[in-house]
């Protein structure tokens, strides 16, 4: 017997596939043309479609804080030290900003400009090829306080998420790049931390977040996420010593991974957290924001492929010889 397709997703799969590398859509907004009912004015135009996943991580809270401000692009832009041409080029992503004209947008709308100014900065060396003397310059004159505080909401749900986040993130983005994908989280969390108040369960709201900025970061291989070489730092691989059973183990656990990230999104989440993190499913479902219901649900289907793809039963299996 052959190794079974890919698996379809469970009927209690509770968020949709994500697409690969850059082209991931944080969970702000579509990307579409947006207009809140009864506005006046044009509706918002759509994020142009080259506009990469660090420059989302701020334009698209940023849309959405505008959307809900009531304001019109005209009223705005009369706000500002920018056409309202201009206006609509950034919020369409099609114009990379100076800093000092996002700031003052930042005021108008009210956002809190410390993770604003981070996620720009981060967005302009990585994504714009600007480099650390234009951000500096463009700066020039607004004081910036990056060490602002966040909201004490904010600050106690990150103290009780963060650990599990980076055990998470670190599994897909090893060394720095998995803490830094947790911080991009929590600072993208706190530029929309009203609308995640608001939410059905700010958990689910920020595991959308998280999970989306470590895969637009993660290598991907037919659309799926890479992680294999995370099978070189397992507790079974740090628990062994003996060099056939090292490469034994290493072989075994490097399939394993592969195989895993054939697996629909949110069964993956549930076996990376359970079976790599090692968490009981009730901590999971209250990471994942789901019932536990859901993340057992999830375990035994993604147990069930994994079992066959890894292990297929043989074509003679079950017949008399």
Avoid at 87 to 111: C, D, Q, T
Avoid at 191 to 199: E, I, N, V
Wanted: hydrophobic share 40%.
């Amino acid at each position: 017997m052959t190794a079974p397709v890919d698996p379809p997703a469970t009927p209690d799969e509770h968020e949709p596939s994500r697409a690969p590398a850059s082209s991931v859509p944080l969970p702000f907004l579509s990307t579409g043309s947006a207009r809140r009912r009864g506005r006046p004015g044009r509706p918002l135009g759509p994020i142009t479609p080259d506009c990469g996943s660090a420059h989302r991580a701020w334009l698209e809270p940023l849309r959405e804080t505008y959307l809900a401000s009531g304001l019109t692009m005209s009223q705005l832009g009369s706000r500002l030290p920018l056409s309202k041409s201009k206006v609509s080029e950034l919020m369409s992503g099609r114009m990379y900003p100076r800093w000092e004209i996002l700031y003052p947008l930042a005021l108008v709308l009210g956002m809190p400009y410390a993770p604003l100014y981070r996620l720009w900065a981060q967005a302009a060396l990585e994504t714009q090829n600007r480099s650390q003397a234009w951000v500096k310059g463009s700066a020039a004159g607004v004081t910036v306080t990056v060490s602002a505080p966040a909201p004490v909401e904010h600050r106690a749900f990150r103290k009780l998420t963060e650990d599990q986040y980076h055990r998470y993130a670190n599994i897909f983005l090893p060394d720095d790049r998995g803490e830094l994908a947790v911080t991009d989280t929590f600072d993208q969390l706190w530029l929309s931390w009203p609308r995640a108040l608001s939410s059905p369960d700010v958990r689910r709201f920020a595991w959308r977040i998280l999970r989306a900025t470590v895969m637009s970061r993660t290598p991907h291989l037919d659309g799926r996420p890479e992680f294999s070489d995370a099978a070189f730092d397992t507790v079974a691989m740090r628990a062994l010593t003996d060099g056939d059973a090292i490469m034994k183990q290493l072989t075994e656990t490097h399939a394993l991974f592969k195989t895993m990230g054939r697996l629909p999104d949110t069964q993956l989440d549930v076996m990376v957290l359970s079976r790599v993190c090692g968490m009981p499913p009730e901590v999971v479902c209250e990471i994942l924001g789901v019932p536990l219901a859901t993340v057992r649900s999830d375990e035994r289907h993604a147990t069930r492929f994994l079992d066959l793809a890894l292990c297929p039963p043989s074509d003679n299996e079950g017949n008399p010889t």
